[in-house]
Structure formats: C-alpha cells, structure tokens
Nanobody, 124 residues
Framework: QVQLVESGGGLVQTGGSLRLSCDASGRTFSRYSMGWFRQAPGKEREFVAAISQRGGWISYTDAVKGRFTISRDTAKNTVYLQMNSLKPEDMAVYYC?????????????????WGQGTQVTVSS
C-alpha cells in the first residue's frame, strides 16, 4: 500500500507557473505508475497526465499538452507536475494517484490509491 501527499498548489495569475509535488510513502514507489487528475467545482474529475513505472510512457490530456510536464524522481519517491502558462480553466483541485499497473494512463479506475488533493487557483 502507498500513501500520497500532494503539495505545491496555490494562487497564481494567468500565464504563471506552479509545480505540484506528490510524495509517496514506502519503499516500493518504483512499482507504481502515477497519474495526476483534477476536479473543478461542479465538474467531474478528469485526467491530466500519467507516467509509467520507469518513466518511459507519458501521456497528457489535450488541454495541457505543451504546457504541463509530468516527471518522477524514484530516489525521492516523488512525482511532479510542472504547470506553465496557466489558464483560468486550469483552476481545480489536483489529485495524485498511484496504480500497480505498469502504466494506467487515463483509466482512473485502475488507480486504487489517491492523495487528498491540492488546490490550484488561477486569477484572470
């Protein structure tokens, strides 16, 4: 089992940047593929980005391609989401998730472990 704690959210102006971090407990971090999801008020949770166990497979939702970058540091048991050129429509609670699959991608049902979320607010 793995526990996830997100950090790095906050208030930023349109066009600004934030880097979210997700710290995972345990010594088996490398066995999990990781994903970032977000949920805006009144909307369903949606996929943002995913990375495979060893980082060889990465995917993004079209809305963030070219602006967001997912990465992982196995030595630090941490996955990151670098968010640049933020837009008001990026405002949401961002969740980190872990899957025992080699690469779960956008399939949220394959992620049994979730963090509590971190709020990202983008002012226009």
């Amino acid at each position: 089992q793995v526990q996830l704690v997100e950090s790095g959210g906050g208030l930023v102006q349109t066009g600004g940047s934030l880097r979210l971090s997700c710290d995972a407990s345990g010594r088996t971090f490398s066995r999990y593929s990781m994903g970032w999801f977000r949920q805006a008020p009144g909307k369903e949770r949606e996929f943002v980005a995913a990375i495979s166990q060893r980082g060889g497979w990465i995917s993004y939702t079209d809305a963030v391609k070219g602006r967001f970058t997912i990465s992982r540091d196995t030595a630090k048991n941490t996955v990151y989401l670098q968010m640049n050129s933020l837009k008001p429509e990026d405002m949401a609670v961002y969740y980190c998730a872990a899957s025992v699959s080699d690469y779960a991608g956008s399939r949220s049902h394959e992620y049994p472990y979730w963090g509590q979320g971190t709020q990202v607010t983008v002012s226009s």
